[in-house]
């Protein structure tokens, strides 16, 4: 039976590589790398080498015969993908018609012409490593990382929640790349606080900025200075013990918990609240959040959508995971009551009927005293109810979802009552001092990595991670991103590009 990629895929390609026979899709020369939300084995292709299981920083990858049952979805998952019809991007391909580039050849650089070049890495999360680790592979280039933190690989470490066991195994191959002769980490040393930009600058011949977007979007409606309001990130932050997180305190006495927002941070926050406290203690969770979670009183999470299912931003594989996972998982019939699919890929098809398998599994309720997760959709939030500066709830409005996915407020109002309401509506970037700054989309202003003020180039200053492309997309996502970076780098460094005229 055929290899299959499952719910750890990071997206970080190292499996392409590794395949003799070209069978894992689409690779990062492929027009749907950036958006696809994991990578497929087809499985009329795959000659069961076995060589990506070992090329796979995150166990992803397992054969056929051998996934255990939680797991057993994805092999429908990848060879849906390579079915009857293929897409790249909007175009639809019949398989026998299917483009296949070439495989991509695995090179190695020849070492810069330009002489010895010491670069100046700020931040340690996944962008920062993989740019480290392209960095190093040219023989006279050395990299000095600055950490503010006394613990390295951002949110590799403080992000990805601790039952996603496989995919934290990534900070292996960052411990990796850290053991590097030519490479330095510098732990809490915080650019701006303890070091400035300009000084960075003077001890090296090129800084890259890979300091994340460690905010939250700000959900801009009445009642959010409540008490028992607060963002994802904090929750996220403090049930992984960052230490910007560590004194904070969450009430999880009320039954009832809403999270506005249904992207894969808001799945992992469910989870983690729905979760049995029993199994979260053998994980890498904040013992102060493991404590609280044994006493909490909740038995249902909200997560709530103001479009419709068919425009949710949870993916694939993190909804497989959730509905495998073994907590009660449910959707409202009439959400995905004539809701049409024709206009969808597979991707999104196959979340709807899974969407339709949830609403159709009997209820659980709270006198099971089971804690349940429950999807709403088409309710836009219009303010935090409160009482005395607590939460005492959320109201909604409802929204009709028309066929392109936008949704219009139709002022029928729903309240719903919960103890504490959570926000998972997206990181946001802050600004550099000393650097252009994009206020709306939270980055740093480039051009391929090359930091820009207006249309000129910051000479010797690059961007990488979600500081340079906005918090989208997976650790490995960060691999081909600051590949292109280092890329822009060498590009300059050989045309003498990297002081100011
Ligand atoms: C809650 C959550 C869960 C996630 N789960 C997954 C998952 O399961 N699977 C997956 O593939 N992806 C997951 N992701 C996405 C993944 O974590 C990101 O793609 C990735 O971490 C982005 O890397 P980055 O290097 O750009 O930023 P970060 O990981 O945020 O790293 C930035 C680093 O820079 C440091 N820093 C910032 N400013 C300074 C300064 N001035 N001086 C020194 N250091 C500084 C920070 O302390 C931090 O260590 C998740 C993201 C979040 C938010
Ligand atoms: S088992 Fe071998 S042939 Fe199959 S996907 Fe993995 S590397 Fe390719
Ligand atoms: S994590 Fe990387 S190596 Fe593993 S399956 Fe996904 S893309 Fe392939």
């Not at 010491?118 to 950490?147: F, K």
């Amino acid at each position: 039976m055929p290899h299959v990629v499952t719910q750890a895929c990071c997206g970080d390609a190292s499996c392409v590589y590794a395949c003799p026979v070209n069978c894992i899709h689409p690779t990062p020369d492929e027009p749907d790398f950036g958006t696809a939300e994991m990578l497929y084995i087809d499985p009329s292709t795959c000659v069961d080498c076995g060589a990506c299981v070992t090329a796979c920083p995150v166990g992803a990858i397992a054969p056929g015969h051998r996934l255990p049952e939680d797991q057993r979805r994805f092999t429908e998952v990848n060879a849906a993908q390579y079915g009857e019809n293929l897409f790249v991007g909007d175009v639809r391909f019949p398989v026998n018609m299917a483009k296949r580039l070439p495989l991509a050849p695995v090179s190695t650089p020849a070492p810069l012409r330009a002489g010895p070049q010491h670069v100046a890495i700020v931040g340690s999360g996944p962008s920062a490593m993989y740019a480290a680790d392209e960095l190093l592979r040219l023989p006279n280039v050395s990299v000095t990382v600055y950490e503010r933190l006394s613990l390295p690989f951002g949110l590799a470490r403080f992000g990805v929640a601790p039952d996603h066991t496989a995919t934290r195994t990534v900070m292996k191959l960052f411990d990796d790349i850290a053991r590097h002769e030519r490479l330095r980490i510098l732990l809490n040393v915080e650019i701006g606080r303890d070091l400035t930009l300009d000084e960075l600058r003077e001890r090296h011949d090129a800084v890259f900025w890979a300091g994340g977007a460690p905010t939250d979007r700000p959900l801009r409606i009445p009642g959010t200075d409540a008490h028992g309001f607060a963002a994802a990130t904090s929750l996220v932050g403090w049930y992984n013990d960052h230490p910007d997180f560590a004194d904070r305190r969450f009430d999880l006495s009320g039954e009832r918990v809403v999270v506005i927002g249904n992207g894969n941070v808001a799945l992992d926050v469910a989870r983690i609240l729905a979760a049995d406290p029993a199994a979260l203690a053998a994980t890498t969770i904040s013992p102060t959040a493991l404590e609280a979670l044994q006493h909490k009183k909740i038995r249902e999470i909200l997560v709530v959508g103001r479009r419709g299912p068919r425009e949710a931003a949870f993916t694939l594989p993190e909804l497989i995971g959730l509905a495998e996972s073994g907590i009660s998982v449910h959707a409202d019939p009439a959400d995905l009551a004539g809701v049409d699919t024709s206009a969808s890929d597979i991707t999104e098809r196959e979340k709807l009927a899974l969407l339709r398998e949830l609403a159709e599994r009997p209820p659980v309720g709270s006198e099971d005293g089971a804690v349940r997760i429950r999807f709403a959709f088409g309710l836009a939030p219009h303010e935090i109810r409160t009482d005395d500066g607590r939460v005492t709830g959320v109201r909604f409005e409802r929204t009709a979802v028309a066929a392109d996915g936008t949704a219009t407020p139709t002022g029928e109002i729903v309240d719903v009552d919960a103890g504490l309401v959570l926000s998972a509506i997206g990181y946001h970037g802050v600004a550099v001092p000393g650097l252009p700054f994009d206020p709306k989309r939270g980055v740093i202003p480039n051009d391929d990595g090359r930091v820009m003020d207006g249309d000129i180039p910051v000479a010797g200053v690059y961007v990488t991670g979600w500081i340079k492309r906005g918090p989208t997309g997976f650790i490995g996502t960060n691999k081909t991103d600051s590949a292109q970076t280092v890329a822009s780098w060498r590009h300059d460094v050989e045309a003498g590009l990297l002081t100011a005229p």
